[in-house]
């Protein structure tokens, strides 16, 4: 039997989160990155080096790694003690000095992936270094993702700083796509930064496969306030279209512990709320459970069950 072919959109954590479960599954996966980030230790490499961003491609490749944890530990450790190498972690200058010997990612990318024991592809958005621009309500421009994240104002929507070329890869990648999905994360700057070139929309509206939306747990200040899981996918359509995605993976079990309230008081982030009403005029299947575990003292996707909804959903809503 042939395995399914999913294609993946997203950022770091949110999509780092889902790739951790979906890599025990029999299936193909191929996830894009987006590489706008210009924040903490990616930023300053490329700041120095004029390159695209680096972070969430590697954390994205440790997700989908088969090692074991000393390795783990390895990749992840940051030279917190040291000036001159400023608190960058060991993966992001392993694939910082791979792009320099290498020149591109699509040559860099599968050597750490064979390091990495990596099953699945991982591809860059884009091999230019492009930036995110925020367009407040009020019209002003907020330059950079992690600008855009801090912004207090209200974000309207975002752009980039220039044009760019799309991973041709990508497009590949889309045509024996049979799921395309939109993973959790930030929908300003893990999301939506790949619906921003109207040839990709169009090539991801024109593939038969049905569009998933993992749907996010909280929402985000300045982006998403009070938005349910239905306001979710109505904001990700005003990029990919009207009517456009035809499954929600959402959680549907009220989080009401201490560090729910400390995210409401501290960060400001509140459950996103599953409204079923709101789907009752919607074609949109509806996938709901409890989707949340606690690691490292943070809510997660439980990255594990998630995957299951997902694999099953390949397994059997494809075949009707």
Do not use: W
């Not at 039997?1 to 890599?23: A, C």
């Not at 706008?36 to 390159?51: F, V, W, Y």
């Not at 990648?173 to 930030?186: M, N, T």
């Amino acid at each position: 039997m042939n395995m399914k072919k999913i294609v993946i959109f997203g950022g770091g954590s949110g999509l780092s989160q889902l790739l951790k479960g979906l890599k025990l599954f029999p299936i193909e996966i191929t996830a894009v990155v987006t590489v706008a980030d210009n924040g903490a230790s990616t930023g300053r490499l490329r700041k120095e080096l004029n390159i695209p961003a680096v972070g969430d491609v590697s954390k994205v490749m440790l997700s989908m790694a088969n090692i074991d944890q000393d390795v783990m530990d390895l990749m992840n450790y940051r030279f917190t003690k040291s000036k001159t190498l400023g608190n960058h972690s060991v993966k992001n200058l392993l694939l910082t000095a791979l792009l320099d010997l290498k020149g591109s990612f699509d040559s860099a990318i599968p050597i750490l992936a064979d390091l990495l024991d990596i099953k699945g592809t991982v591809l860059p958005l884009t091999e230019d270094s492009i930036n995110l621009v925020g367009i407040t309500e009020d019209g002003k421009k907020i330059y950079g993702e992690e600008q855009i994240t801090k912004c207090a104002k209200k974000i309207d929507y975002v752009m980039y700083d220039k044009d760019f070329t799309v991973n041709p890869k990508v497009y590949d990648a889309l045509k024996s796509a049979d799921l395309i999905i939109f993973s959790s994360g930030s929908l300003l700057t893990s999301i939506v930064p790949h619906l921003i070139d109207k040839t990709l929309v169009k090539a991801i509206n024109d593939v038969k496969a049905p569009k998933m939306y993992v749907c996010n747990l909280f929402t985000q200040p300045g982006e998403t306030d009070d938005f349910t899981v239905y306001d979710h996918i109505k904001y990700l359509e005003k990029y990919l279209g009207e009517n456009k995605v035809n499954v929600v993976i959402a959680n549907n079990t009220i989080m009401s512990s201490k560090l729910a309230t400390k995210y409401a008081s501290e960060e400001l982030k509140d459950p996103v709320i599953f409204d079923l009403k709101e789907f009752n005029n919607s074609d949109i299947q509806i996938i709901a459970d409890k989707l949340f575990t606690v690691e490292d003292g943070y809510y997660r996707h439980d990255s594990l069950k998630t995957a299951y909804l997902i694999f099953s959903y390949i397994m059997d809503g494809l075949k009707k």
